[in-house]
């Protein structure tokens, strides 16, 4: 892994707000820290993954609240130190008011064009703060897009990424700016 940072502003369009958040690679690491806004809501987050692309841990800061957010190295989750045994052996953290963790497993998959990979994440919901299992599925289709899916919720969209694999447009929600 190539040490470095990558920084990424988006537009979000449903809710409008916005979002910036800087990447942090190193030799043993990733880490990701922004700031995402939504109508009076200012929420900052902060994301550590090892070397392999496996979530560590997530802090997430609002007026809300704050939460800690933990992942052994057995899978075992926990949320503000209690355990959330529903999330257990997920490998990934979606916090559900940014697209920046969606870059976790397009990195941490590594697929090549036309494969597709089926993963479960323990998802952040910003709506009741809890953290619970949610499945995604994301199937390469070129260099620049993913065809992501929440078969869950009945979801399937086009994803377009950039080289660092941030998402750059996230059809009715998210686009980068500039």
Partial sequence: MIAGSHVV?????????????????????????????????ATR??????????????????????HLIERDKAGQWTLDGQDVPAVAGAVDIDLGFTPATNTLPIRRLGLAIGEAADVILAWFDPADRRLKPLRQR????????????????????DLTVDHFGAVTHYPGYWDAAG
């Fill in 9 to 41: 502003m988006w537009i979000a369009h449903q809710p409008p707000g916005n979002d910036a958040c800087r990447f942090a690679l190193t030799t043993r690491s990733l880490l990701i820290e922004g700031s995402s806004r939504s109508g009076d809501m």
């Fill in 45 to 66: 987050y902060r994301v550590r993954a090892d070397q392999s692309g496996i979530t560590r841990r997530a802090r997430i800061v609002s007026r809300a609240g704050e």
């Fill in 138 to 157: 994301y199937r390469r289709l070129d260099t620049d897009h993913f065809r992501y899916g929440s078969p869950d919720h009945g979801f399937e969209t």
